[in-house]
């Protein structure tokens, strides 16, 4: 039995155009923001590309995806905090559109949170801890998303681990695109 996903008066349903050009605009600016951020001498973790990383990627994805799940069914709080924040951003969205909802985020998000912010502060806990409250607060669309924010933070925290880890940003590249790409889907079959 499905739970009744509660109507949020503080955000108005989108459609899916609506949603596709918000995805592009936001991985344009974010984009944007950490091509400035380059030009002004930070450094970007390296991209390698190997079975290793790629592997990490998808065991970190997997394990996202699965604390996603335990937590959305023991705190409820959370659970309706991501229905309000899926449903707005999911429903009007079409099957083939999930694979730009994991690329544009995944790609964007990475390059600026992990690959510039996490640079830019200086590639330890501090900066992981500040470039994980930067990626959380992103995540927070209204004033009863605190939940997903805490959660989106948590999950920028462990990316953020991972390319500090590795010193690959492919990794948190990766499993954040496949992250959004599973959960998406999950989300998506359940409620439609």
């Given at each position: 039995?499905?739970?009744?996903?509660?109507?949020?008066?503080?955000?108005?349903?989108?459609?899916?155009?609506?949603?596709?050009?918000?995805?592009?605009?936001?991985?344009?600016?974010?984009l944007a923001i950490s091509r400035i951020c380059l030009l002004f001498g930070v450094n970007l973790l390296p991209v390698s590309w190997n079975l290793t990383a790629l592997l990490w990627g998808i065991a970190i994805a997997l394990?996202?995806?699965?604390?996603?799940?335990?937590?959305?069914?023991i705190w409820p709080a959370y659970r309706r905090s991501a229905d309000t924040y899926l449903k707005l951003v999911l429903s009007p969205l079409l099957w083939p559109d999930l694979v730009w909802l994991g690329l544009l985020p995944g790609l964007s998000e990475e390059l600026l949170f992990r690959g510039v912010v996490l640079s830019a502060l200086g590639l330890d806990t501090v900066a992981l801890v500040a470039s994980s409250v930067f990626f959380g607060v992103l995540h927070l669309s209204g004033r009863q998303q605190w939940p997903y924010m805490i959660w989106a933070t948590i999950v920028g925290f462990v990316l953020g681990y991972s390319a500090l880890v590795t010193g690959n940003l492919l990794i948190p590249i990766i499993a954040h695109i496949l992250t959004n790409l599973i959960s998406s889907s999950v989300w998506k079959w359940e409620h439609n």
């Open positions: 039995m499905t739970e009744k996903i509660p109507e949020n008066p503080e955000i108005e349903p989108l459609t899916r155009i609506q949603v596709l050009v918000a995805m592009g605009v936001t991985a344009l600016v974010l394990g996202i995806t699965a604390a996603s799940g335990l937590v959305y069914r």
